[in-house]
Structures are given as structure tokens and as C-alpha cells.
């Protein structure tokens, strides 16, 4: 006899009809709601929009960075700025003594051994003139005085404003106390003082200035100054005088 059929498995649906309504239902829902955008897709055109902005403010500040130094040059060659003049104009010798246990004796054999003590105090007047046509602001200036390189003492100037197209005199004082001297340069310095009745000094110093515009310091400008000076010891006063300047530096 044939098989008899099973009447379940005749009966049973297809299994792919139980699960098309909800693939149909799916669909639906995906028709009427639309994808969102995928997370890599949103950062990178999170980063396309930042590096604009970056891209805008540089060229913003360059613009703005060229526009201030535009102006500057404007002001420059409307003012023509010149370097201020500072010169030594005199040279006062309040003091000046020499002490020495052999200051009579200049003999060779003793000369090795000698000591000096120095004291000296001296007088500057300088003159600063200004030929532009806005301020200069001068800032703390300082002098040393030298004998054979060796320093001496120091004197500074308090800083000062100057007006335009005018001129002004500075005042410095330089004390040495007893500044002692050994072996070859005090010999030397009694040498000078006994026998030639002449000692050379050397005045050394720098002057910063910076020239004033619209409120705004221009950079720092140093004229360097460079004198040769020569007192007498018997008189007290000075005798000569050559004053050299570096010139300008920036």
C-alpha cells in the first residue's frame, strides 16, 4: 500500500508566509523614515568647517598685521627719523690725588713692588640734542672711567624725555675712593702724575634712545660714546679732550 500523506504536514504553511507581513511592515517603516548620516561622514565635515574658520582668521590678522605695518612705514618716511646727537661738551676735575709709599721714587728695582692708591672725582656735562620732529625717550645711560683698561669708577644718568627740535644738558659725576693700583699700572700712574704731570683716562658709555610716535616707541637705538681724556695732577684741571662715537646702533 502507498504511504498514507501527513495531514499536518499537508496543513502546514510555508514558513516564508508567516514572516512577510513584518518584511512588509519593515519596509514601510524605512520608506516613510529616512537614514541618518553615518558618524565618520559628520566628523569630517565637522573638520572641514574648523579648518575654515582657522583658514579665515589667519588671513584676517595677516590683513590686519600688513594694515599696522603699512602705517608705520607711512609715519617713517613722514617723519624721516635722525639719530639723536649726545656729546661730551666739558670736563670738570673737582679732585684728584694720587697716594703712594714710593710716589718720590721711581727707581726700576722698586717699580715691581710699587702701590697707588687713587681717588678722583670728575665732572661731565653732556648736551643732547634732538633734530626730529617727535620726542626721543632716553633710558638710564652709564659712564666708566678707565686707566690702562682697568675700571675705574661708574656714573649713570636717570633717563629722561626730549622734546622735539630741542636741546638739553645731562650732568655726571664720577668718584673713584681710593681705587688701588698694583706693580706695572701704579708705577705707571706715578710715572705719569711725578714725572709728566699728565694722567689718561678713558670715558667710556651708552646712551639708549627711542624715538616717540603717535604714543609708540620706536625699537632701541644705542649711540655708544668713546672719550680721551687727560688731567694734570699738579693743576687740578683738564688738558685735553677727544670725544668718539660708535655711532648708531640698532
Known sequence: MPPTANPTREHRPPR????????????????????YPAAGSSC????ASLKGCCCCLFLLFSFIALLILAIVL????????KKPQFDLQQVGVQYMGISSPNLNSLDPKTAATTTASLSLTIHMLFTALNPNKVGIKYGESRFTVMYHGIPLGKASVPGFYEEAHSERQVDANI??????LMQADAADLIRDASL????ELRVLGEVGAKIRVLGFNSPGVQVSVDCA?????SKQSLTYKQCGFAGLNV
Not at 516564508?16 to 529616512?34: D, G, I, S
Not at 569630517?44 to 573638520?47: A, C, F, L
Not at 709728566?196 to 694722567?199: A, T
Open 16 to 35: 516564508q508566509h508567516l514572516h512577510q507581513p513584518e518584511t512588509n511592515n519593515l519596509r514601510r517603516h524605512l520608506h516613510h523614515h529616512p537614514s
Open 44 to 47: 569630517s565635515s565637522y573638520s
Open 74 to 81: 607711512v609715519i617713517i618716511l613722514a617723519v624721516k627719523p
Open 175 to 180: 668718584v673713584v675712593d681710593r681705587y688701588s
Open 196 to 199: 709728566n704731570d699728565r694722567v
Open 229 to 233: 681724556i687727560v688731567i694734570s695732577p
